[in-house]
């Protein structure tokens, strides 16, 4: 067990429609990261790709699963231990994390649907470590409910520590109104540090119609990696 300052972790960019070519093996933590748009479409093409590696994905976290509570049993990867949050009222939405079934009683730390957000923290009692899973509801950047969610984050934040937290927040980190500097805050003021690369080149949604790129999902953590190179890695949209 590699204590924190050597935990390395690897996460894939690809952009729509595609799914990544690799992961480094060599990871302590191979995470996948992927904003699905419904897992009743992706499901199966997630586990075929899962089940073409040689080696293993540790965590996947999935947001926009569009799928119910009541649905929940039926969406599952093998071989992985499966949580889930989902949006009480309405469409769309949810959260989920499967972890490989090596990891030693995984457990759900704290779920909630949150006004149409969900946040799902995943303990890892093993590795002395928490992944989180965030989606806010898209909405104006300066609209009264993007503040109630940069509170609600930053309370989570501030109670939970040695966490990686990825999720679509749909705040875009190209640009810079007020909420979005007050959401920067929010997480560096509690010891979080954005792993994004903030270049263009990294961009995690683009439109090709419209010639734009933004950063919506992000990834952010309090700990400390001696060993990671997001030039080449980072997000994986399906």
């Given amino acids: 067990m ?12 690809t952009h729509f ?6 992961l480094d093996r060599n990871s302590f933590a191979n995470i996948l990261y992927i904003n699905a748009r419904s897992l009743r479409n992706s499901l199966m093409d997630i586990q075929d790709y899962i089940d073409c590696q040689n080696f293993s994905i540790h965590v996947i976290v999935i947001v926009e699963t569009w799928i119910t509570q009541n649905e929940a049993e039926y969406f599952n990867l093998l071989p992985y231990k499966s949580f889930h949050s989902h949006r009480r009222l309405g469409r769309g939405g949810g959260v989920a994390i499967f972890v490989h ?7 759900i730390l704290f779920e909630e649907d949150y006004y149409n957000n969900n946040f799902l923290i995943i303990n890892l009692p093993q590795q002395k470590l928490k992944i989180a899973g965030i989606y806010r509801q898209p909405g104006n950047i300066n609209d009264p409910t993007a503040h109630t969610f940069i509170s609600h984050l930053e309370k989570l934040l501030s109670k939970y520590s040695h966490m990686i937290v990825l999720g679509d927040f749909n705040i875009n980190l190209f640009e810079t109104p007020e909420t979005t500097l007050n959401y920067q805050n929010a997480y560096s003021l509690n010891g ?22 933004t950063c919506l999902d992000h990834i952010i ?9 997001f030039q080449h890695n980072f997000f994986c949209l399906i």
Avoid at 2 to 13: A, C, M
Avoid at 101 to 107: A, C, L, R, T, V
Avoid at 221 to 229: A, E, I, M
Wanted: net charge negative; aromatic share 8%.
């Fill in 221 to 229: 953590s309090d700990l400390h990696f001696s060993n990671y190179n």
């Fill in 2 to 13: 590699p204590n924190e300052e050597n935990l390395q972790i690897s996460v894939d960019i």
């Fill in 192 to 213: 979080y540090t954005l792993l994004n690369n903030l270049s263009s080149n990294f961009a995690t949604r683009i439109n090709h119609a419209n010639n734009t790129s």
């Fill in 101 to 107: 079934e090596n990891f030693d009683n995984p457990s």
């Fill in 17 to 22: 429609n595609h799914v990544p070519t690799s």
